[in-house]
């Protein structure tokens, strides 16, 4: 599940321009106390009820915002949005399509819902999203591959694939930063793989995965 997904489309949003009392009103008739501020369709930060229930101001824009850097990547994996949350002590994140417009937020509780316990997320390594047939389902084998890759599973999750009925998503998060090898390895060994975040996703270099399976076809 990637953060787009876990969008609460219920909760309002600010403009920058707009007036204080339209704020309070907004937080009482939907019982929070907190709200994310839209700049010209960009996520500015987040307002809080006792930021303007005592100050005489026409408009939100006089307000310093807080949590700025709270928010993440429409296509994020959902682990981004409890990171961020750790991190920025956040009880909401916005969410940004990919030309940084605001799209959403997601409440933290709803990411904490759908995943894991809290040590598995502090750990680094990369993730990996398999797709395939729940009867080709065999986290043994898989583990035994990873393995043979010099990696661990820490954690793993089984969800239904949003966009196949009759497949489901395995989501594996290892104990390595770099899975480039890994990847390798798994699409050798017959695995599809649905999507994968790591910190070295942006510089993959094709010669070093290519090497990384030659080494493994030599166990």
């Known amino acids: ?3 787009k997904d876990l969008i ?21 008739e939907f019982e ?19 930021m303007i229930s005592n100050y005489d101001s026409q408009k939100i824009n006089d307000f310093k915002l807080i949590g700025e850097n709270g928010e993440v990547d429409q296509n994020s ?15 909401l994140i916005a969410i940004k399509n990919d030309q940084g417009f605001y799209l959403g937020a997601v409440p933290t509780a709803s990411a904490f819902e759908v995943f894991v316990t809290g040590s598995a997320l502090r750990t680094p390594g990369g993730i990996i999203i398999l797709s395939l047939d729940y009867k080709d389902y065999s986290l043994s084998e898989i583990g035994r591959i990873i393995e043979n890759g010099d990696a661990q599973i820490i954690n793993s999750q089984i969800s239904m694939n949003p966009n196949d009925n009759g497949k489901i998503w395995l989501t594996l998060k290892l ?19 649905e999507r994968y975040f790591s910190a070295h996703a942006n510089h993959e270099n094709t010669q070093e995965r290519y090497d990384s399976l030659m080494n493994y076809l030599k166990i």
Not at 8 to 21: A, G, Q, V, Y
Not at 32 to 50: I, N, Q
């Open 77 to 91: 994996h959902y682990y981004g949005i409890i990171k961020c949350a750790l991190e920025f002590d956040l009880p």
């Open 175 to 193: 104990n390595k930063e770099d899975i480039s090898h890994l990847i390798s390895i798994l699409e050798f060994s017959g695995y599809r793989i």
């Open 8 to 28: 609460d489309f219920n909760i309002p949003f600010l403009k920058i321009e707009d007036k204080p009392s339209k704020a309070l009103d907004l937080m009482e």
């Open 32 to 50: 929070c106390t907190r709200l994310p501020v839209v700049s010209d369709g960009y996520y500015a930060g987040f307002l809080e009820e006792g």
């Open 1 to 3: 599940m990637i953060a």
